[in-house]
């Protein structure tokens, strides 16, 4: 079974930045892709960021580009995500996923990931 775990989560300030981590055991995840989502209070969950472990190959929600960077460590099983310049529209719960497609895909659709953490919360005060 497939578990991830976040952390990193926090309050800071308008401007500020956070870097959160999704420790992920259980399986070999050389083909998966690896995906942020974040859900603010009354909205839909939404995608924020992927990269594929074999590739390397990345994708951003257009809200963060030039702002958040994902990345792995192949030796540590984790995924990061650095958010710089953070606004207060980035207050949200940040989950950590996994999406186990025999493909090589960085799908930006919640539906395709298989696996999920338990989530971090991050705020961010103007």
């Known amino acids: 079974q497939v578990q991830l775990v976040e952390s990193g989560g926090g309050l800071v300030q308008a401007g500020g930045s956070l870097r959160l981590s999704c420790a992920a055991s259980?399986?070999?995840?050389?083909?998966?892709?690896m995906g942020w989502f974040r859900q603010a209070p009354g909205k839909e969950r939404e995608f924020v960021a992927a990269?594929?472990?074999?590739?390397?190959?990345?994708a951003y929600a257009d809200s963060v580009k030039g702002r958040f960077t994902i990345s792995r460590d192949n030796a540590k099983n984790t995924v990061y995500l650095q958010m710089n310049s953070l606004k207060p529209e980035d207050t949200a719960v940040y989950y950590c996923a996994a999406d186990d497609a025999r493909v090589i895909r960085v799908s930006k659709v919640r539906g395709e990931y298989d696996y999920w953490g338990q989530g971090t919360q991050v705020t961010v005060s103007s």
């Open positions: 259980g399986r070999t995840f050389s083909s998966y892709t």
């Open positions: 990269i594929n472990w074999k590739i390397g190959s990345t």
